[in-house]
């Protein structure tokens, strides 16, 4: 009996096996009633990739190609020696499968398989896809292909589909990376690094599960880059046009926790963060909040006894990864460690950057050449009329001349006038009269005299009172649905430590 068990578990492995390796390829002309000699050959060489004959497979369908170009099976067994390969397995034959589909993509780009041969590509590099602290080639060449069947091949639903919610995983997996990297950054004290990293991943992707997270790291940034400048020797001018600066980004990584993210575990500290800096607490609107709740809903925990495995295994944790919303197709704006320091300069020196509405332009009008919006001077203008439509530059214009005849304008009455006698006509301020006393100040329409009600007679002040209450109840209830909607297990104000 105890010899029987080595040989039951090593036939059960050898099962295992053959189940693991039989990729279970479909012929898809199976039910199609020809003997024609390409469709013997074709259906020969699905034969052989059911049984894991890939060579043999691969073999067959070369010498239908070869021997009948003109045949109706061309695409089809182009397409399936991609699949051979694909099925095949390993780094190089994928490597050759990726090359073959692509070739098909070229040769049939209008064939409904086109986009089937698309998603392909993006899997092969999705299934060699790494950890977030390993190499990230294969999640960055996944994230390119899934984007490529979702914006050529829109009409396809089906295909479409099941590449964005791949790209959503996909994208979890560099996101997560991203926000270690920027941690790694910020434990180092390097801010504008980690400011440069956490900024364009909570732009690049913002269904990332720990984008709260994220958040809340680059407020913390901005709040050690404070502490660094206050430490510093500078002007109190610079120093104090800096701080604001930098305050107030930190407040927009804190209020954009509060209005986008308003059922995630990093809201409280958020507020906490934003009176510390004497900064106005914002309040999320009811789509953000009912946007935030599906997105949260849609996440999968992920079990322990995977947990476990995960540390034996090299392919990352994608449980958490948004089951809705859309990934991002395109890239935005990516922010460098170089612009970082570079606004912050400008902010010392107090100006600002294009973008600022407060900001001061100048603009020189060259000498000689009327600007492109006015007409030419001409010669049988006089120099009066002409002069008045030329811009006037005040480096280049001379001085009026004392004998230059000016119009006739109305003095302008905000204007300094030298000492003259006082208007007996003029109207003054409440003086004293002859007896020396002062006159009283003109009676108020609305001023509440001695004896009257204090109760208000406007009949505004019970709408306004009404407003109050209905805004009142309204913020109850909203606080009392981001409260319910968030998990049991909560975090305080914890102190980020390194892993």
């Known amino acids: 009996m105890l010899r029987r068990i080595p040989i039951i578990a090593l036939l059960a492995a050898l099962v295992f096996a053959v189940a693991c390796t039989n990729k279970k390829v479909n012929n898809p002309l199976a039910n199609v009633g020809s003997k024609q000699p390409d469709k013997v050959l074709f259906d020969r060489a699905m034969n052989a990739m059911k049984h894991n004959r890939f060579d043999v497979a691969r073999i067959t369908l070369q010498t239908l190609i070869n021997t009948y170009p003109d045949s109706e099976y061309i695409a089809r067994a182009k397409l399936a020696v991609a699949d051979s390969w694909y099925a095949e397995g390993g780094s190089t034959s994928l490597a050759q499968a990726e090359a073959e589909y692509k070739d098909f993509e070229t040769f ?10 698309q998603v392909k590509i993006a899997n092969i590099h999705y299934q060699q896809m790494e950890k977030p602290d390993r190499d990230f080639t294969h999640a960055m060449r996944a994230e390119e292909e899934y984007r490529q069947v979702i914006l050529q091949y829109p009409d396809n639903k089906k295909m479409v589909a099941e590449a964005k919610q791949r790209l959503l995983e996909v994208q979890e997996v560099i996101a997560e990376r991203e926000y270690r990297v920027g941690r790694f950054y910020y ?5 504008p690094a980690a400011i440069a990293r956490l900024q364009s991943l909570a732009n690049k992707y913002p269904l990332y599960s720990k984008a709260d997270e994220a958040l809340f790291l680059l407020g913390q940034a901005y709040e050690g880059e404070i502490a660094m400048v206050r430490s510093k020797k500078f002007e109190e001018t610079k120093k104090a046009n800096m701080i604001q600066d930098l305050t107030k980004n930190a407040a927009d990584a804190y209020s954009r926790i509060l209005t986008r993210y308003p059922l995630m575990e990093r809201t409280d500290d958020a507020k906490a963060r934003l009176q510390a800096l004497h900064q106005p607490v914002p309040r999320p609107t009811k789509q953000a909040i009912a946007l935030n709740k599906r997105e949260e809903d849609s996440r999968r925990e992920t079990p322990m006894y995977k947990q476990v495995l995960r540390n034996f295994s090299k392919r990352p944790d994608t449980e958490q990864a948004s089951k809705v919303g859309n990934p991002t197709l395109v890239d935005p704006p990516m922010t ?10 400008r902010a010392m020196m107090g100006t600002r950057t294009g973008g600022d509405k407060n900001s001061v332009a100048i603009e020189t009008v060259g000498n000689g050449a009327p600007p492109p919006s006015q007409a030419a001077p001409r010669s049988d203008v006089p120099a009066s009329e002409s002069a008045g439509t030329q811009p006037e530059n005040s480096a280049t214009r001379p001085a009026d001349s004392a004998n230059e005849l000016k119009p006739n304008v109305p003095a302008d009455s905000n204007e300094l ?11 003054k301020p409440n003086v004293s009269d002859g007896a020396g006393t002062a006159l009283p100040p003109p009676q108020q329409m609305n001023e509440i005299q001695p004896g009257q009600s204090d109760q208000p007679v406007d009949a505004q002040a019970g709408d306004k009172s009404r407003d109050t209450a209905s805004s009142s ?3 109850k209830d909203d606080d009392e649905t981001i409260s319910s909607s968030k998990k049991k297990k909560k975090k305080g104000l914890k102190k980020i430590v390194p892993f």
């Open 187 to 191: 434990l180092r004290e390097s801010y």
């Open 336 to 345: 460098s460690a170089t612009e970082v320091v570079q606004q912050t300069t």
């Open 417 to 427: 006038k030298p000492n003259t006698p006082a208007d007996s006509n003029e109207l």
């Open 108 to 117: 049939f780009p209008n064939m409904p398989e086109a986009a089937e041969a």
């Open 473 to 475: 109840s309204q913020q």
